[in-house]
């Protein structure tokens, strides 16, 4: 009788070894194979701060990156990662297993999204990008960038971050507030000036802020970089002899038409940054300005032009004296007109 227990005993160890090598195997592959989904495309999903190990893997079953909720819980136990997730917004890579995934979020390597912020664009210009990308609604931006106290706090003395903005490509991840993004931004543009912009600025007689409100208006009125020297060479020109500047871009920034044809109408308008109306600059940055606007605006060229119209979309013809400027307006235009 005790033999025929034993023998028992024995089948029924077996069964069980059996049955749980068969659920090892199981899990293995679930764990180690794909999830559907995977095989077509990448996939974003987004997991929320504080979500626990039984949350993350319930989103991200029901995004279809993985094949179990329970294979993801039982991996992140055993490599004792189950309370040390990071949230985040993460794009799983096609042919991802539950184990690149359950890596992926261990290491809060979350998805980065690339915002070019061009020469010559506009904090409303940014919003609108930012607010594409789903990382800052564009009316929370455009508040934040004159909101006098956030303002304070990166120490800037213009009316707002208009031109302060360094132009460059970033790399911004969702999740960061308005305040994170335009501060790195800020940032970008004072490593880049250095100590030693400042100080060529002071030495020329401008403060930071009216460099960059000059460098802002060359950046927006040159196509040509190697024009752009000679287009600053006209405005220090003119503020030698208190004469209005006369730039379309400080119009359309003004009446909210950027890049767009003025009218004479908009010429004419009452408007501090109306720089046909107002002598000297206007009170601030209407753009960001790039390094070579920043520079063209420190530096100059040795001319004496008061004038300039365009010959085309890319170029300017320059003048000396009004007399040349007219016949000059009036050749190009009437050689556009044909």
């Known amino acids: 009788m005790l033999h025929w227990e034993i023998m028992q005993l024995r089948l029924i160890l077996s069964l069980v070894v059996l049955l749980m090598t068969g659920a090892v195997v199981g899990l293995a592959h679930e764990v180690l194979t794909p999830a559907a989904a995977l095989d077509a495309k990448p996939l974003l999903v987004d997991i929320p701060a504080h979500n626990g190990v039984l949350d993350i893997a319930g989103r991200l079953y ?13 991996l992140a136990l055993v490599r004792g990662h189950s309370r040390a997730l990071k949230a985040g917004e993460y794009e799983i890579a096609r042919g991802a297993s539950t184990l690149d995934v359950l890596t992926l979020i261990e290491a809060g390597r979350v998805k980065q999204h690339y915002v070019l912020h061009p020469e010559g664009a506009t904090v409303l210009e940014l919003a609108r990008v930012l607010e594409s990308e789903r990382l800052a609604p564009s009316g929370a931006v455009a508040r934040l960038a004159s909101d006098r106290a956030f303002l304070a706090t990166l120490t800037i003395e213009g009316p707002s971050l208009e031109g302060y903005l360094f132009p460059d490509t970033y790399q911004f991840v969702r999740g960061m507030t308005p305040e994170e993004i335009l501060t790195r931004m800020v940032q970008r543009l004072r490593t880049k000036l250095g100590s030693d912009v400042p100080a060529r600025a002071q030495a020329r007689g401008l403060s930071v802020h009216q460099l960059l409100t000059l460098a802002s ?117 009437l050689a556009r007109a044909r």
């Open 217 to 333: 208006v060359i950046e927006r009125e040159a196509v040509a970089r190697d024009e752009m020297r000679t287009i600053s060479a006209v405005f220090w020109n003119r503020l030698k002899v208190n004469m209005p500047l006369q730039a379309d871009p400080t119009v359309q920034y003004a009446t909210g038409k950027a890049r767009r044809t003025l009218t004479r109408a908009d010429l004419g308008i009452e408007h501090p940054f109306n720089t046909y109306r107002h002598t000297g600059l206007p009170p601030g940055p209407i753009a960001s300005p790039g390094l070579a606007a920043i520079e063209a605006a420190l530096d100059p060229a040795p001319v004496k032009y008061l004038y300039f119209v365009a010959v085309d979309d890319q170029r300017h013809h320059f003048s000396s004296t009004l007399g040349e400027h007219n016949a000059a307006v009036a050749r190009y235009r």
């Open 62 to 74: 029901a995004a279809g990156a993985i094949r179990s909720r329970v294979g993801f819980v039982l």
